[in-house]
């Protein structure tokens, strides 16, 4: 800047000293408080991020979130602090009609940023990446067949959503069907989510699970629950009337607790157990159209 | 426009106007919901006992008298007073027993998830069908449901035989008449709240999965429970 | 063209009032378009003989009869407006003409105007009534959510009222500012007199209202439950009002796709001699990646529109699973136009705020070259991202990293855009005017819209926010902080040129700190509420966020409020004080700025010839100045 | 509200652009209808291999829908007898031959001739729109194709009605080669509209009856 304080300070009105650094003054100010605040955020902001630490795939989330916010904040204050800055120093003496510097550009700077940028995003990709295939992704809905599939015995659950509800099977307890979404705790589930009618999506908020329910669809999840509590389930795809009512609590319960309680069901469900279609990953049920 | 007067009156004229466009708007639209039923207290309840009264009818077709703008589709209709009325917002004490009786006059359709088919969360585990406490019924037979998801209450019910003398073909249809089933359940209400109560049953004729018009729409086969 | 207008010279005797009646006009366009409704009501029950009842002969859901009638109610409106004349003279053999006769007096501005000026000025109050509309409709929304349970509006009529202020909003507003300003000032920017084809000009607008009227129509049908996604197969079992939205939606798109291609004509052939690329204004250069989109994009919107109301009536199965369909061939298609459409009403924004910001900063715009590389980037990028809508949905999840990657390259070209808002403010003399506050913020907002968006587009966060009120407040950081905030900067920053009177700047100032405090304080919160789990769309929550959702209904009160402010203060400003604007108020020495006001009907005496950009503001700096002086070598911008 | 009109004295004129920008103008805005209608025909074709590739619930094609080979073939004949004369008509033009004029009528007739064989398939074939999903793409594609021949002969039309106009009262219309009356550049338009969708329909009718 020392170049070009004095003689290139656009047009300064009679008297006026030659203009601060700008450059040095702003950096600064923009490296300390990044400096102070990334790792404030990664340590304090970070823990409480969503969705909590209730299975692996939900504290997979809540790193991601933590590094990805933590990457964003000296973004976020690059600009925030310049804008203050901008607001504070640049402004148009009240009643002067001057003039700025005829700066059009600066070679460096420009190829700096972009530099910068797409090193900066590519860093972004390749870590989400990363975290995707290493199965922290496994909670969305990965389609009928998922290309990384966490090792070992699984539990398999079936989610049947329909216009408005969502309702469980488990095909290895006789293919029972239950209203509520009861699960083992550190046991590996394998959610097999489809729908009945319209496209739903089934959100398990605190498991940091969730995955489209479509027609004709088998839409496979993975999450092992770590923690013994109760979930919340939503629907998170606009899908009629009561979206917002498709709405319930699920249970993650100890192995011997599970396996009284899927007992309980198959002794209650056993009656309708009988009418239910044989175990498939889709269904397509009639009638399609009544009275057509 | 001469004058700030004229000006002042033509502008206030259009605010005026505006705002009685957005009027009827809410009115009329936005917030237009059937009226609430309360369901009748149960003279002298016993303790324990049924502590209020719903009765209710499902038909295939609501008729033009309950529904001029669509006559065709199906339905409930509830008793206030002595007078079927179309409305689905029912209002019910909290933590009280209410007795709830559907005269069920539409046919069988069946059920798209036969699973539903189950009778939850009613006292006894059980709902009286003509008279005979079921726990459960044949998933085809079901013509309707009445399911209060979040009071976990679902009640199958079974339809009119095809072959029945006499079916009712347009609502209000008579009990005293006409071919129906009768289903009675009691349930407990629990704390204070707005449920929404439904049927799965894909009865809407004409639409995919039999789940669209009447089955999305209050007034016809959804419609909220009132725990006041 | 505009037959429908009367002479207010003394040589012509005006005409008697039937004769002005008579002939096209908006009258005729009305009375013809309702017609034309009925008449399409009537085939369509004729050609179908659907469910009916001996009780009525009304047979109540008849989505042939429904679909039919709109589309014989729009043909009807526009014989009405004369669109028809031109193309039957053609039929006839009547040579083409590039003339145009143009009409005096008020009525020009409700018939077919060939004139862009008036086309802008139509654009701006049309879009502003339904801007208004969907804003009505985001007011009711928020009441509802006053309550964790539905008890303002019916279930329905909320799911009806967010696909309808969706709608309404993503489009309408998509030509938002390419409608009035683009259209007012591209031609006067390129030094051209007119559009290159000014009846498809005037075509883009009326079909655009006739868009907005059908989807405020689906009122009387039931409204539709999708939301503004419009999903099969909830689309296929809804009920008529459903059509409405096919309709509004397809003539939306055939609006777009019109809009854009005469866009693009006009500044790839009408430019004035020595206007080159290097030297369009970036506005221009916004306009014109806009229109790429829009011509590319729109079509399929269009086509899988189409695809939906076959479906809905001759029982075609593209997305009914059970006869061979597919759901996921919606989600696919919808987004291919969906994602360039969300960048359609971003890169307009770019432009406005682009243009505004040398003007106010006394500077040259900084990085001229880099703003451009960066919106033809985004608009290439914006081709190769949809499927980031669908991470969750297990559509080809093996392609995920892909969709990761590109969405996340295209922040690159969005970065460009805020290094040359830097550049330009870098020491600039900033004068806060209300277009100036109105960039400002701005640049707050998109980047906030921004960063939130990193979030949606890693696929594991994806999981969280997918669907909830994240995703919600993320895209109206983008778009109503980045396109209705450029929005407004246009309005006060263009307005007293176009109808040569000047805004009450007290009541703007006013206008704009309520309207970014509430904005601010309506969807911040919003982030918050998705990720602690509260889904979009849903009428019933948990009591739990009961607290945030009252404090977020009441600021976006705030927010409608501010919009009354703006309403007042141009009835105020306009019809009251009707204060005369100069003819150069902000000093600017871009070329709209320096024809008198009001603007001629053709524009210049003769064409003007262009030795520069319109950005030599600022004192000259020695060049090879350092960074601190952020002058150096001169990369961009061909200056005079 | 309150706008400032400017005075337009009656019956004024916006003077035309140079006529050379017209032509320009109409030259570009072809291309760019035929970039806008590529993608509105991608939608199909996509839905073409993406339905056919998901096979849901094997309803992608029952046995019995096949549409006539016949018809097929004279369709294709027709299509590219009517693009070769709107071709031939284009140069004609370009040359100031007379006779182009009957090179674009004809284009017209075929172009009609590929609508009406597309007509007698819809009342001659076996299946209906609701026979899976394949014949839910042949209905739907070929409809919205045959709208946009229609559009395209109507273009065409137009210079042939301009032409024959002309011929019978030069005094009203001059030399309509008048760059001017863009009716050179509005027929070099027109055919290459029409050559491009023309190009598009061989593409559908190869998609739709031969893979």
């Known amino acids: 800047m020392s170049s070009s304080a004095a003689p290139s300070d656009a047009s300064p009105p009679a008297g006026e000293p030659p203009g601060p650094n700008h450059l040095r003054r702003f950096l600064t100010i923009w490296i300390v408080a990044s400096v102070i605040a990334t790792p404030l955020v990664a340590i304090f902001l970070g823990p409480i991020l969503p969705p909590g630490k209730a299975s692996d795939v939900a504290a997979g989330q809540v790193t991601d979130f933590t590094v990805t916010l933590s990457l964003a904040t000296p973004v976020l204050l690059l600009v925030v602090l310049y804008l203050i800055y901008a607001i504070v120093a640049f402004r148009q003496p009240s009643g002067a009609a001057l003039e700025g510097p005829a700066l059009r550009g600066h070679a460096g700077l420009q190829t700096f940023w972009i530099i910068t940028s797409v090193v900066l995003i590519l860093t972004l990709a390749t870590y989400a990446t990363f975290r995707l295939e290493q199965g922290y992704g496994a909670g969305s809905g990965s389609g009928p067949n998922p290309l990384t599939k966490p090792s070992g015995p699984r539990l398999p659950v079936q989610v049947i959503a329909q216009e408005w509800a969502f309702t469980y099977r488990y095909p290895t307890y006789g293919g029972v069907e239950t209203t509520h979404l009861e699960l083992p705790v550190n046991t590996e589930v394998e959610l097999h989510v489809t729908s009945l009618d319209v496209i ?93 | ?78 008793l206030r007073g002595h007078q079927w009325v179309r409305s689905t917002i029912y209002q019910v004490p909290a933590h009280s027993l209410v007795h709830v009786t559907i005269y069920q006059f539409d046919s069988d359709t069946g059920l798209r998830n036969p699973f539903l088919a189950k009778v939850q969360g009613t006292s006894g585990g059980v709902e009286l069908v003509d008279g005979k406490p079921l726990n459960h019924i044949e998933a085809e037979e079901a013509s309707h449901t009445f399911v209060v998801p979040s009071l976990g209450v679902f009640a199958p019910l079974p339809g009119v035989p095809e072959e029945a003398k006499n079916q009712c073909e347009f609502g209000p249809c008579d009990p005293a008449t006409m071919a129906h089933r009768t289903i009675e359940l009691t349930f407990r209400t629990g704390k204070k709240g707005r449920y929404r109560w439904q049927c799965f049953v894909p009865c809407a004729a004409g639409t995919y999965f039999g789940f669209g018009g009447p089955m999305q729409t209050l007034g016809y ?4 429970i009132d725990v006041v | 063209m505009s037959t429908t207008t009367v002479s207010r010279t003394p040589e012509r005797p005006a005409r008697p009032l039937w004769r002005r009646l008579v002939g096209f006009n908006l009258l005729a366009a009305v009375v013809l378009g309702v017609g034309g409704y009925y008449f399409g009501w009537w085939i369509g029950h004729l050609v179908t003989n659907t469910k009916s009842f001996e009780y009525t002969e009304k047979v109540d859901e008849n989505d042939v009869a429904l679909l039919l009638a709109y589309v014989f109610g729009v043909v009807g409106f526009l014989i009405g407006m004369g669109f028809a004349n031109y193309p039957v003279q053609r039929l006839l053999g009547r040579p083409p003409s590039l003339r145009e006769k143009e009409g005096e007096g008020v009525s020009r501005y409700f018939g077919l105007c060939t004139d862009h000026k008036v086309v802008g000025i139509q654009y701006l109050c049309g879009i502003g009534l339904f801007f208004f509309i969907g804003g009505l409709n985001a007011m009711l929304i928020r009441t509802e959510l006053l309550h964790p349970t539905p008890t303002f509006t019916g279930a329905n009529q909320y799911i009806s009222l967010v696909g309808m202020h969706g709608a309404m ?26 559009m290159a084809f000014p009846r498809i000009e005037a075509l883009t607008f009326w079909l655009l209202m006739a868009a907005g009227f059908i989807l405020t129509s689906t009122i009387f049908f039931g409204g539709f439950p999708t939301g503004w996604t419009g999903y099969e197969p909830l689309n296929d079992q809804a009920v ?109 924004g770019f432009g406005v705020i682009l243009e505004l910001l040398p003007v106010f900063a006394r500077k040259p715009l900084w990085g001229y070259r880099l703003a451009i590389a960066g919106m ?3 608009t290439l990028l914006s081709f190769f991202v949809w499927q980031h809508h669908l991470f969750v949905s297990g559509i080809n999840a093996d392609l995920r990293p892909f969709y990761i990657l590109s969405t996340e390259i295209i922040s690159i070209p969005t970065g460009f855009i805020f290094l040359c808002f830097i550049g330009t403010l870098w020491r600039s003399r900033i004068s806060f005017t209300v277009p100036m506050l109105f960039c400002l913020a701005w640049a707050f907002n998109f980047l906030l819209g921004g960063l939130s968006g990193v979030f949606l587009s890693d696929a594991p966060t994806d999981t ?176 005079g | 509200m309150g706008l400032q009109i400017p005075a337009v004295p009656a019956g004024v004129e916006i ?197």
Request: proline share 6%; with cysteine; aromatic share 14%.
């Open chain 1, 200 to 292: 739903h999506s089934f959100w398990a908020y605190q498991l940091g699970v969730k995955a489209d329910a479509n027609p004709n669809q088998d839409n496979i999840a993975f999450v092992k629950p770590t923690k013994i509590e109760t979930f919340e389930v939503h629907c998170a795809e606009l899908c009629g009337i009561w979206h917002g009512a498709m709405f319930d609590h699920g249970h993650v319960v100890s192995g011997p607790a599970f396996a009284r309680w899927i007992a309980e069901q198959q002794r209650f469900f056993a009656p309708v157990t009988k009418q239910l279609p044989k175990y498939s990953r889709t269904y397509l049920p009639e009638p399609l159209r009544r009275g057509e």
């Open chain 4, 15 to 211: 003077p035309p652009e140079p006529p050379d920008v017209g032509a320009r103008a109409l030259a570009v805005g072809a291309r760019l209808l035929a970039g806008g209608t590529t993608f509105f025909f991608l939608s199909f074709l996509f839905a073409y291999f993406y339905l056919r590739s998901i096979d849901a619930d094997h309803a992608w094609r029952p046995k019995h829908v096949n549409p006539s080979t016949g018809l097929g073939i004279a369709f294709i004949v027709c299509l590219v007898i009517s693009i070769v004369l709107a071709v031939l008509a284009g140069r004609g033009m370009k040359a100031r031959r007379a006779g182009w004029v009957r090179f674009a009528a004809g284009a017209v007739v075929f172009g009609l001739a590929t609508v009406a064989i597309q007509c007698i398939e819809y009342t001659t074939q076996n299946f209906g729109p609701t026979n899976g999903a394949y014949a839910s793409v042949f209905c739907a594609w070929t409809a919205f194709f045959l709208l946009a021949t229609l559009g395209a002969m109507y273009w065409l039309e137009t210079q042939v009605a301009t032409e024959f106009r002309a011929s019978r009262s030069p005094s009203e219309h001059g030399d309509i080669r008048d760059p001017d009356r863009l009716i050179a550049p509005g027929l070099d338009a027109a055919v290459f509209y029409w050559g491009y969708l023309g190009a598009i329909g061989v593409i559908t009718y190869v998609v739709l009856y031969v893979i």
């Open chain 3, 240 to 348: 008529m009002g459903m059509d409405s939205y096919i309709i509004f939606f397809a003539l939306v798109g055939v609006s777009m796709t019109l809009l854009g291609l005469n866009m693009m004509a006009t500044i790839i052939t009408m430019r004035a001699p020595g206007l080159t690329w290097s030297r369009l204004p970036i506005f221009v250069w916004a306009t014109f990646s806009t229109s790429i989109l829009m011509v590319l994009a729109a079509p399929m919107l269009i086509a899988v529109l189409l695809m939906a109301a076959l479906d809905r009536t001759v029982d075609t199965t593209f997305f009914i699973a059970a006869g061979g369909g597919s759901s996921y061939l919606f989600e696919n298609l919808f987004w291919f136009f969906g994602h360039p459409e969300v960048y359609i009403l971003a890169l307009p």
């Open chain 2, 1 to 78: 426009m001469t004058g700030t007067a004229g000006k002042l009156a033509a502008v206030l004229t259009a605010v005026a106007v505006v705002a009685a466009l957005i009027a009827l708007y809410i009115t009329q639209w936005a917030t237009a919901v059937p009226a609430t039923v309360v369901a009748t207290p149960t003279p002298g309840a016993i303790a324990a006992g049924p502590t209020s009264h719903l009765v209710l009818q499902t038909d295939a077709a609501v008729g033009p008298q309950e529904s001029p703008s669509h006559p065709d589709w199906v339905g409930y209709l509830v």
């Open chain 2, 221 to 224: 086969m959804d419609g909220y």
């Open chain 3, 376 to 378: 033809l980037g985004v």
């Open chain 3, 464 to 639: 969280t926010t997918h669907g909830s009120f994240f995703v919600m407040a993320h895209f109206h950081y983008t778009i109503m902080g980045g396109l209705i905030f450029a929005f407004f900067a246009a309005i006060y920053y263009w307005v007293p040129k176009m109808l040569g009177l000047n805004f009450n700047e007290k009541l703007g100032k006013v206008h704009f700190w309520l309207m970014f405090i509430a904005f601010n304080s309506t969807f911040l919160p919003l982030f918050a509420l998705g990720m602690e789990g509260m889904p979009r769309r849903a009428s019933f929550y948990e009591p739990k966020f009961h607290t945030l959702n009252v404090w977020v209904s009441v600021s976006a009160f705030v927010l409608g409020f501010s919009m009354l402010v703006f309403l007042f203060n141009t009835v105020y400003s306009f019809i009251f004080v009707r204060q005369k604007a100069a003819e150069n108020p902000w000093h600017s020495k871009s070329i709209e700025w320096q024809v008198p006001t009001p603007v001629p009907v053709n524009n210049f005496e003769q064409i003007p010839v262009f030795d520069s950009d319109p950005y030599d503001y600022g004192t000259p700096v020695p060049v090879g100045a350092g960074v601190g002086g952020m002058g150096g070598p001169q990369i961009s911008g061909a200056g």
């Open chain 3, 169 to 194: 909003m993503m489009g309408m507003m998509t030509s938002g500012i390419l409608g009035p300003f683009a259209n007012y000032f591209v031609p006067i920017m390129i030094g051209a007199r007119r």
